[in-house]
């Protein structure tokens, strides 16, 4: 009965420390954007300390070295489309341009969507995902790629010193529609407080349990 206590004011806890934490996330999402960080604060970056920080970055986009991440959002089946920007820091950041389509491929950043000369890119900055993803693991030797994965998708490109983190764009439209960003879903899971009204109420089934044992064992003595 203590363990089932202990479980279920642990699961109190983790909901108090969950709410603070989308608390924190959302003012991040919503807040004036911020430069993006550069080489001297990439050690800080953490999980639900800097993601979803709303940053800004300016330079120009290198098109001919673009990565499509295999995706599926609201609008369907299709791919993330990844550019470097050279930023005017003098480093390399990933940015998520946004969504196409499947039937769109051909036509996405690599034609119809490219932006030419300097630009300033907004939107949240994101941890790498490392490995893959849709039980699949990224093939850069063929080109394949399941998640967005900075280092490995900087190393197939040869982008060399490159930011740790990648930026998903905000909905500003790109030349023909695509991609379309602003696409990114800030969601936490928050079940703990089903959790702790599961152990304790088993806690509590313990407790009648060994008050129904007792009253028994009174009654045959």
Request: charged share 20%.
């Amino acid at each position: 009965m203590v363990g089932f206590l202990a479980l279920g004011t642990w699961q109190v806890e983790r909901r108090a420390w969950k709410l603070d934490l989308i608390a924190r996330v959302d003012d991040r999402i919503h807040a004036p954007p911020v430069p993006a960080p550069g080489p001297a604060a990439w050690r800080g970056i953490a999980a639900r300390t800097t993601e979803y920080l709303r940053v800004r970055a300016q330079g120009r986009f290198r098109h001919d070295r673009e990565t499509l991440v295999q995706a599926v959002t609201e609008l369907g089946p299709g791919f993330w489309v990844l550019t470097p920007l050279d930023t005017d820091q003098g480093f390399s950041l990933l940015v998520n341009r946004g969504f196409v389509p499947q039937d769109r491929r051909s036509a996405s950043g690599r034609r119809q969507g490219n932006v030419d000369g300097p630009v300033i890119v907004t939107g949240l900055l994101r941890l790498t995902e490392p490995g893959g993803g849709f039980l699949r693991s990224n093939d850069p030797a063929n080109d394949r790629w399941y998640s967005r994965d900075v280092a490995a998708i900087g190393a197939a490109r040869g982008l060399g010193a490159i930011a740790p983190y990648f930026v998903d764009a905000d909905a500003a439209p790109n030349p023909s529609g695509w991609p379309r960003g602003g696409l990114t879903q800030v969601r936490f899971r928050n079940s703990h407080l089903s959790y702790a009204l599961t152990w304790y109420g088993l806690a509590m089934l313990v407790a009648v349990g060994l008050v129904l044992l007792i009253r028994h064992r009174r009654s045959r003595s």
